[in-house]
């Protein structure tokens, strides 16, 4: 993922923090790491960088690619244009005479991409006539209820309709109970989340839809963007329309922030807004109370035996580390080796930190001043 500014209670970045399959990274204001932290639970992580040789961190007969999963992209952290106005004045210019009358539908999540794209277009309608509405849709049992709230809260303070769709409810439960939590490599609730979404589209028929994708957000969407307009930035598309295409995470946290509209996920030191329990989540993004805020206790947890059963338990795993690691988001080979290598780290004086500490350095860029 891309480095998120730690920022001061002035206004100046002070260093940088990334994290990503339970590494956390944090680097100097210019760019140079200083620490790597390996996730043993939910609450610790150990220092480890002493112990990485080339991009590997190896202990007894189980080895790890820090650089492959920590997917660090050391991009310059500036701001795209001087001002947010600006750049949607820029924007009008660009796209204006293609989207004149359009009506452009935004995949809306909640999160500061999705977010910052209709804080655009919003704007954008100052300068250039078309309809605007957004979709979000609501995964049960696996996401929280207080998204639909702060969604609603979008909608009125942006004065854009936001239309908010669930999965398919009987579905998903039957899924959890029979097959167990998603996984990386296997995550089956994506298609149940995006169902509803082209249902509504097949219903509605926009002439353009409106996405949050950025060229510096991970390598391989870099890689993926950067491939389709080498040579100038493609905001538009087709019928896809990009409005954040060439942001960095400022321009994000600028505009996420101008609109008064900061999801409480990162007030929390999330870095990112998903489901409470999506597999692509470290170990810290968690919550210990996982289950308590769970509009269905009783659900998750036959998922977490479903899944413990059909996929970990013959690979020697013992359940309470399987519930204490949410192994569960890994593919089983890949979870027996992060298993491995907490046993093997437990045995060595390491020095430690815990997640609080991590999530408000996450917290920094939301609450102190915008970073200059």
Request: hydrophobic content about 40%.
């Amino acid at each position: 993922m891309e480095r998120y500014p730690i920022v001061s209670t002035e206004g100046e970045v002070v260093g940088f923090i990334a994290t990503s399959n339970d590494f956390t990274a944090i680097f100097d204001r210019n760019g140079v790491l200083r620490k790597l932290y390996f996730w043993l639970t939910a609450g610790t992580a150990v220092r480890v960088e002493s112990l990485v040789k080339g991009r590997v961190l190896a202990l007894e007969d189980v080895e790890l690619d820090v650089v492959k999963a920590l997917e660090d992209i050391p991009w310059p952290v500036v701001y795209s244009t001087p001002s947010f106005e600006e750049y949607v004045e820029w924007l009008s210019r660009e796209v204006g005479p293609y989207i004149e009358n359009a009506e452009i539908m935004v995949n809306f999540s909640g999160g500061k991409d999705s977010l910052s794209v209709l804080s655009v277009l919003v704007e954008l309608r100052k300068y250039v006539s078309f309809k605007l509405y957004a979709v979000y849709t609501h995964v049960p049992f696996l996401e929280l209820s207080r998204n639909i709230e702060f969604v609603s809260r979008v909608s009125r303070r942006l004065d854009v309709e936001i239309e908010i769709l669930e999965g398919d409810r009987e579905l998903m439960e039957r899924r959890l109970v029979e097959d167990g939590l998603p996984f990386r490599g296997w995550r089956w609730c994506t298609y149940l989340k995006l169902k509803p979404i082209k249902m509504l589209k097949k219903e509605r028929r926009p002439d353009m839809v409106a996405d949050g994708d950025r060229l510096a957000e991970t390598f391989k969407r870099f890689k993926r963007l950067y491939s389709m307009s080498p040579k100038k930035p493609r905001i538009l598309s087709g019928n896809r329309l990009k409005p954040v295409y060439v942001w960095t995470v400022l321009d994000v946290v600028r505009a996420t922030r101008r609109c008064g509209c900061v999801h409480p996920d990162y007030l929390e030191g999330q870095p990112r807004v998903a489901c409470m329990l999506c597999p692509y989540k470290s170990l810290h993004e968690i919550p210990a109370d996982y289950l308590e805020r769970s509009e269905d206790p009783g659900v998750l947890e036959q998922a977490l035996r479903t899944s413990y059963r059909k996929r970990y338990a013959d690979l020697g795993i013992p359940w309470d580390d399987f519930l204490e690691q949410h192994l569960w988001r890994m593919h089983p080979e890949a979870a027996r080796i992060y298993w491995k290598m907490r046993r093997a780290l437990r045995d060595k004086k390491l020095e430690s930190v815990n997640s609080d500490y991590v999530n408000s350095l996450f917290t920094t860029m939301w609450t102190n001043p915008l970073a200059k």
